[in-house]
């Protein structure tokens, strides 16, 4: 069975520009969550989305945006860029939403490694 | 607030040596979850175990053991025969019962080499 895919695998902007992050969660997994790791740092968590709908948000402004497709794929979208968005940005899918019970075990894509110059 | 501490940032070892990776957490929550994740070079991280903060029994699974002691707030990692293919950057991760299942805190990893 395939994991969680993240497309693309590196990307290199400019500031101010913006960029879309894709990721496919584990079939059958309705629930993706997004983390971005900046070097040398644990992940820090940016979204959840469970069933299509959004159900947790970080600490992070409002140009990082994201959506979750009937499919449960989702896009994370960054406006703006800061040389400070740099980071791998992490999706990881989950059966569940909440945490508790069986199946709430978070498996984690590749990353997508974003430079922004 | 969550909170989780990996003091030591970085252990190197020589191969078959044993190996201890601390984790010290904090929260308020009487229910979590806590978790460790092995994260290589090619940086995909590899979910390790979870463990419930109502089973403080030890767990075992191969070369790896995990000593929960909620007295102490500790989750500590410990590789038995320690071999190459375990150099990688491991994470220790908290989640209260009842949040979100994303919002994982994470600690900020210990890098591991193990050396031939």
């Known amino acids: 069975d395939a994991g969680v895919t993240q497309s693309p695998t590196h990307l290199i902007k400019t500031r101010g520009q913006h960029v879309t992050l894709r990721c496919s969660p584990i079939?059958?997994?309705?629930?993706v969550s997004w983390y971005q790791q900046v070097l040398g740092q644990g992940p820090q968590f940016i979204f959840q989305y469970y069933e299509k709908e959004e159900r947790g948000r970080g600490n992070f402004p409002d140009r990082f945006s994201a959506r979750q497709f009937p499919n449960y794929s989702s896009e994370l979208n960054v406006n703006a860029l800061l040389l400070g968005d740099s980071a791998l940005y992490l999706c990881?899918?989950?059966?569940?939403?909440?945490?508790?019970?069986?199946?709430?075990?978070?498996?984690f894509g590749p990353g997508t490694r974003l430079t922004v110059l | 607030a969550q909170k989780v501490t990996q003091a030591q940032t970085e252990i190197s070892v020589v191969e078959k040596e044993d190996v201890t990776l601390d984790c010290v957490y904090e929260t308020r929550d009487t229910t979590y979850y806590l978790f460790w994740y092995k994260q290589p070079p090619s940086g995909e991280l590899v979910f390790l175990i979870r463990r419930n903060s109502f089973d403080e029994q030890n767990e075992i699974s191969g070369r790896y053991s995990w000593n929960f002691q909620k007295s102490t707030s500790s989750f500590n990692f410990t590789i038995t025969a320690s071999q190459v293919v375990d150099s990688a950057v491991y994470f220790c991760?908290?989640?209260?019962?009842?949040?979100?299942?994303?919002?994982?805190?994470f600690g900020r990893g210990t890098q591991l080499t193990v050396w031939p």
């Open positions: 079939s059958g997994h309705k629930s």
């Open positions: 990881a899918s989950s059966l569940v939403g909440l945490a508790g019970g069986p199946g709430n075990e978070q498996f």
């Open positions: 991760a908290l989640t209260p019962q009842g949040s979100t299942l994303g919002r994982l805190y």
